[in-house]
């Protein structure tokens, strides 16, 4: 098991930036896929974004793609969510998610426990 501890939220106004951020514990992070989900008040969580191990592969929803770029620092446990040309649409809570040898985009067994962001129009 790995713990994961979200951080970055916030209140911006449409057309800002944010960066979220994932500190994981334990040493095996490099093991692990890492994803990225929110949920916004009354909707359903929706995936947002994925890395594999490496880094070499990504993957994101197209409501976010060419705005929100995921990355991860396997030296710092770090996964990160940069955001820009927010949309009020974005405002969630936003989940890091953690599937150790994960081989799909979209099942994880780890989560945190959120960060909100806000976007004012």
């Known amino acids: 098991q790995v713990q994961l501890v979200e951080s970055g939220g916030g209140l911006v106004q449409a057309g800002g930036s944010l960066r979220l951020s994932c500190a994981a514990s334990g040493r095996t992070f490099s093991l692990y896929t890492m994803g990225w989900f929110r949920q916004a008040p009354g909707k359903e969580r929706e995936f947002v974004a994925a890395?594999?191990?490496?880094?070499?592969?990504?993957h994101y929803a197209d409501s976010v793609k060419g705005r929100v770029t995921i990355s991860r620092d396997n030296a710092k446990n770090t996964v990160y969510l940069q955001m820009n040309s927010l949309k009020p649409e974005d405002t969630a809570v936003y989940y890091c998610?953690?599937?150790?040898?994960?081989?799909?985009?979209?099942?994880?067994?780890?989560w945190g426990q959120g960060t909100q962001v806000t976007v004012s129009s």
């Open positions: 890395i594999s191990w490496s880094s070499e592969n990504t």
């Open positions: 998610a953690a599937q150790k040898y994960g081989l799909t985009w979209y099942l994880y067994n780890n």
